[in-house]
């Protein structure tokens, strides 16, 4: 049983910044990689970023240089650095984590980003 609780989003000036926190509450395997995906309106769920117990990062091209992954592995915390944020940044912003054991995959219930022009 793994619980993953997302933080930090809220409405938010098109060149402004946010940052988005998702926890672990609960992690009875290992959590291999952790990462940030999300889903506007009418849209597929996309991945925006995510990061590998070694460090490892990987990036949507339409975020690259404007938003940065982190993990406390001690936490079980993954964060997204948001800058530069622009209106089709607007989406709900989903955590998830791979895990050694099943069913192997996690998802958070998602907080909204809104971003104005």
């Known amino acids: 049983q793994v619980r993953l609780v997302e933080s930090g989003g809220g409405l938010v000036q098109a060149g402004g910044s946010l940052r988005l926190s998702c926890t672990a509450s609960?992690?009875?395997?290992?959590?291999?990689?952790m990462g940030w995906y999300r889903q506007a309106p009418g849209n597929k769920r996309d991945l925006v970023a995510a990061i590998r117990n070694g460090g490892t990062t990987d990036y949507a091209d339409s975020v690259k240089g404007r938003f940065t992954i982190s993990r406390d592995n001690a936490k079980n915390t993954v964060y997204l650095q948001m800058n530069s944020l622009k209106p089709e940044d607007t989406a709900v912003y989903c955590c998830?984590?791979?895990?050694?054991?099943?069913?192997?995959?996690?998802w958070g219930q998602g907080t909204q980003v809104t971003v104005s022009s």
């Open positions: 998830y984590a791979e895990i050694t054991t099943y069913p192997f995959d996690y």
């Open positions: 609960r992690s009875t395997g290992s959590i291999t990689a």
